[in-house]
């Protein structure tokens, strides 16, 4: 069994924060505990727009708290993101996540990262091998 807290999170080595400033992500479970997928507490910063791309993950995001946008770039279709939404990248699609306020996401990732990951200039996290 693994039991975590966020505050064990909290200023550990799994507590990841984005070079560009618009994110940080503490990562509860990762590659390395054996559960076929990873688990992520976020927070999408205020006044913030981040570009991802996860080619070579799929993702799922449930926004508990705040309010943005995501916006597909290939289609320009726009979707509203409150609490209690939930997202699903079951196509890999390039996106912008904008953040009207500070947004507390909770997102799982098939392949599991393994917790160092951060996006590229793409918005892509690469599949990294522990």
């Known amino acids: 069994m693994i039991v975590r807290?966020?505050?064990?999170?909290?200023?550990?080595?799994?507590?990841?924060?984005?070079k560009t400033g618009t994110w940080v992500s503490r990562r509860m479970l990762l590659k390395k505990d054996g559960m076929g997928f990873s688990f992520h507490d976020t927070t999408i910063f205020a006044g913030t727009t981040t570009l991802i791309w996860y080619k070579n993950h799929l993702e799922?995001?449930?926004?508990?708290?705040?309010?943005?946008?995501?916006?597909?770039?290939?289609?320009?279709?726009?979707?509203?993101?409150?609490?209690?939404?939930?997202?699903?990248?079951?196509?890999?699609?390039?996106?912008y996540l904008r953040a009207f306020s500070d947004m507390r996401m909770v997102c799982v990732f098939n392949p599991p990262l393994t917790g160092k990951e951060v996006h590229d200039k793409d918005g892509v996290y690469p599949l990294v091998e522990e």
């Open 60 to 95: 799922a995001v449930y926004c508990v708290s705040g309010e943005g946008e995501l916006e597909v770039i290939e289609t320009g279709k726009i979707f509203k993101i409150r609490d209690g939404t939930m997202y699903a990248l079951n196509g890999h699609e390039k996106h």
């Open 5 to 18: 807290t966020l505050e064990d999170m909290i200023g550990s080595e799994n507590d990841i924060s984005a």
